[in-house]
T-cell receptor, first 116, second 113 residues
Framework: AQKVTQAQTEISVVEKEDVTLDCVYE???????LFWYKQPPSGELVFLIR??????QNEISGRYSWNFQKSTSSFNFTITASQVVDSAVYFC?????????????FGQGTRLTINP | DTAVSQTPKYLVTQMGNDKSIKCEQN?????MYWYKQDSKKFLKIMFS???????INETVPNRFSPKSPDKAHLNLHINSLELGDSAVYFC????????????FGEGSRLTVL
């Protein structure tokens, strides 16, 4: 079965702290894609990153970084020097299925609150 | 110019009514989806269409009927609304064969009283 687990339901930190959001996935596919989406209080879903299973290089984009480890089936997301605007629900997702019948399987989401 | 647009954004209705949510994308994608986000924020796929053809139907009750008049539009009609249908419904699109991101609409919040 394909599944995404975000064990942290809620995280609350003070501004400027670093914070890591965990994501663990299960899949039997050898080729797969992982995603992170952000859902701010306004409600829309914002794409952050896609990672394919063949690329284990870590990715950094400004204050955001992602650590993909196939050995532990994890795709963790770190925000450095967090800001109040980072407050949102963050979803990790796994792309499942063959072309044309693909779907994103989402984790339960982690609600991140950055306090001033 | 909004890439994926849904209307209405908010919908409040009584149990037993029938309602529709419309979705349009101007990205030239040929695959569209409906996702449901429940009160606990859990997101789950309901349907996907590729070039007007139903591809995924994720054991959704028959009261939900998607309709795709063309590849740029995917509407969701819900009959005999129930309290449990209250949720945020997201439309999304992607390009067939691509393993890229899904582009989501802003969501339509349905409240059934």
């Amino acid at each position: 079965a394909q599944k995404v687990t975000q064990a942290q339901t809620e995280i609350s930190v003070v501004e400027k702290e670093d914070v890591t959001l965990d994501c663990v996935y299960e899949t039997r596919d050898t080729t797969y894609y992982l995603f992170w989406y952000k859902q701010p209080p306004s409600g829309e879903l914002v794409f952050l990153i896609r990672r394919n299973s063949f690329d284990e290089q870590n990715e950094i984009s400004g204050r955001y970084s992602w650590n993909f480890q196939k050995s532990t089936s994890s795709f963790n997301f770190t925000i450095t020097a967090s800001q109040v605007v980072d407050s949102a629900v963050y979803f990790c997702a796994l792309l499942k299925g063959t072309q044309g019948a693909q779907k994103l399987v989402f984790g339960q989401g982690t609600r991140l609150t950055i306090n001033p | 110019d909004t890439a994926v647009s849904q209307t209405p954004k908010y919908l409040v209705t009584q149990m037993g009514n029938d309602k529709s949510i419309k979705c349009e994308q101007n990205l030239g994608h040929d695959t569209m989806y409906w996702y449901k986000q429940d009160s606990k924020k859990f997101l789950k796929i309901m349907f996907s269409y590729n070039n007007k053809e139903l591809i995924i139907n994720e054991t959704v009750p028959n009261r939900f009927s998607p309709k795709s008049p063309d590849k740029a539009h995917l509407n969701l009609h819900i009959n005999s609304l129930e309290l449990g249908d209250s949720a945020v419904y997201f439309c999304a699109s992607s390009q067939f064969g691509a393993t890229g991101e899904l582009f989501f609409g802003e969501g339509s919040r349905l409240t059934v009283l």
